[in-house]
């Protein structure tokens, strides 16, 4: 195995991995009145995500993300043994992490003492821009879990076959 490979795996490992990680603290948190307070700001100015306050406790709707964030954290890790299930787990992440990215826009979050746009607040901009590259990451372990499925055998109807192909109905069943 080159350096290459040997690098290229481990980045795999670390990419997939450090993925779940995140989501499984970020999604533990969620579960702390200090997370839910912390995100009320960015989640109440979102038109995506602002509705569930009139549904939901701070704290409620709070949980709901640490279930869905550790849930998606679950699927991604069981790329070995269910690669579609962390193929879609990864989708979900992608999601997500749009939806995150879009607080950037949504909340007020341009320092003004630098001049507004482009200089970010520590938050939410600091803070929302590192889901570009949880994006990147969730896609990318997505498409790999994509990879990895198995080949799916397809039983053809013996109407498709031709008539070489087809068993003839004077021989006897082989099996």
């Known amino acids: 195995m080159t350096t290459s490979d040997r690098l290229r795996m ?16 970020i999604g533990g948190m969620k579960f702390t009145a200090y997370e839910a ?3 009320k700001p960015m989640a109440a100015n979102s038109p995506l995500t602002g509705w569930a306050y009139g ?3 701070v704290t409620a709707f709070s949980a709901v993300l640490g279930v869905i964030e550790i849930a998606i954290a679950v699927l991604i890790a069981l790329r070995p043994v ?7 787990g990864s989708g979900l992440a992608a999601g997500m992490f749009l939806t995150t990215f879009s607080f950037l826009f949504t909340t007020p ?3 003004p003492t630098l ?11 600091q803070f929302v821009l590192k889901d570009i590259v949880l994006l990147g990451v969730a896609l990318w372990t997505a498409g790999e879990a994509l990879a ?4 799916r055998r397809v ?15 004077d021989e006897d069943d082989p099996v």
Request: aromatic share 8%; glycine share 12%.
């Open 10 to 25: 481990i980045g795999t490992h670390v990419a997939r991995y450090g993925l779940v990680v995140v989501l499984l603290w």
């Open 37 to 39: 307070e912390g995100i």
């Open 55 to 57: 549904v939901l406790s």
């Open 82 to 88: 269910w690669p579609i299930g962390s193929a879609a």
């Open 109 to 111: 979050g341009w320092e």
């Open 115 to 125: 001049g507004g746009f482009p200089a970010l607040s520590a938050m939410p901009g």
């Open 148 to 151: 990895a499925r198995p080949a």
């Open 155 to 169: 039983a053809l109807p013996a109407a498709t076959l031709s008539s070489r192909d087809r068993p003839r109905e």
